[in-house]
């Protein structure tokens, strides 16, 4: 208030005739000192936008172009239905992992801090023993489904992919994070990828990030229960050998697991299986479940681990005293690892 009374005692001054022009001349200065401002600012959001894209660019081409069709293909590889018909001799899905975390490793300049968190601890399998057996295959898918993640954010600032490539991008976001809730609830890779290769009855309507944000909430608020029959036996036996305590096994039975049901963990696959799948394949997905998960018998009592090691013999070819052998193995195993060619011997006469 007291600035226009100023400025309006300014004007006062000034003569009559001079008023005109002074006042002509002085909102001409001052629209174009507005207009030179306005001007300046919006210069410099175009060229900060510029900045930002033409960063956001440089990380996508540095950081995920050159193992976007790997981070495919080590899914459609790892889960395929026919892989022992479909899939080329010779093609390793281990092979493309190392390339996808080799990669990341030497381009973590581009790498937001959340990334690297995520590799450091994938990096520390490397140096420490997983004692689980199957905590290194959730980090790695874990790596991978982050980075997905951040693409998918990545891309909304530079708007450079299209809807198709933004679906594909969510369906493997939504198939990444159902293969390591498949692992935490077999304790182990090769069951969970058996059953994920039936994804063919999945919905790719429903593979979207809707989805995939639904799968998150539910699974951070309601933990698998694995291998808890395991566990309530081998608390029975204890107790039984032990009377003393007894009262204190019978109090806490009641309170936590007095009401437990062997099959209560398949209420948490079927919720998953509702959001991917419509009703017609919700069974047959379940049924899938029941076939790969050896606790669903009570009687079994044994690790959930399958020891296999399958070989192929593809050719046998005899030239010049000199026997060639074309062999392919696939190692389904937990267990067996660092196979080569010094554990075998040709026996025969």
């Keep these: 208030m007291k600035l226009l009374e100023n400025l309006i005692y300014l004007i006062d001054q000034i003569p009559d005739n001079y008023r005109p022009a002074v006042l002509t001349s002085s909102a001409t200065l001052i629209g174009a000192f507005f207009g030179a ?184 608020n309601n933990t698998l229960k694995y291998r808890i029959n395991l566990f309530i036996n081998n608390l029975e036996e204890k107790i039984e050998k032990n009377s003393n305590l007894h009262k204190l096994y019978k109090n806490i039975y009641k309170k936590i697991f007095g009401e437990f049901s062997l099959f209560e963990r398949f209420q948490n696959l079927r919720y998953l299986y509702s959001l991917l799948s419509g009703k017609e394949n919700l069974e047959e997905l379940i049924k899938v479940s029941e076939r790969n998960d050896y606790s669903y018998d009570s009687h079994y009592m044994g690790p959930p681990y399958i020891n296999e090691l399958l070989i192929f013999c593809h050719e046998i070819s005899y030239n010049n005293y000199l026997l060639t052998i074309e062999v392919e193995m696939r190692n389904c195993s937990e267990t067996i690892k660092n196979i080569c060619i010094d554990n075998f011997l040709l026996l025969g006469d």
Excluded: C
Aim: charged letters at 25%; proline letters at 1%.
């Design 37 to 220: 401002m306005t001007a300046q600012y919006i210069s410099h959001l175009f060229t900060v936008r510029r900045d930002n894209q033409k960063t956001a660019k440089e990380i996508y081409q540095k950081l995920y172009a050159p193992i976007l069709l790997d981070i495919y293909a080590y899914l459609d590889i790892s889960s395929h239905f026919r892989r022992g018909h479909d899939i080329k001799f010779g093609v390793r899905e281990d092979d493309i992992l190392v390339k996808i975390k080799e990669h990341v490793g030497t381009n973590l300049i581009y790498a937001s801090p959340k990334l690297i968190d995520k590799y450091s601890t994938v990096w520390s399998f490397y140096y420490q023993d997983d004692l689980s057996g199957f905590s290194n295959k959730i980090q790695d898918l874990e790596l991978i489904e982050l980075l997905l993640l951040e693409l998918r954010m990545l891309s909304k600032k530079i708007k450079f992919f299209d809807k198709q490539t933004m679906k594909k991008i969510d369906q493997m976001l939504v198939l990444y994070r159902v293969w390591s809730i498949l692992i935490r609830y077999y304790h182990g890779s090769y069951q969970a990828s058996a059953t994920l290769s039936y994804k063919f009855y999945y919905d790719r309507n429903k593979l979207n990030y809707k989805t995939y944000k639904k799968i998150i909430r539910y699974f951070t």
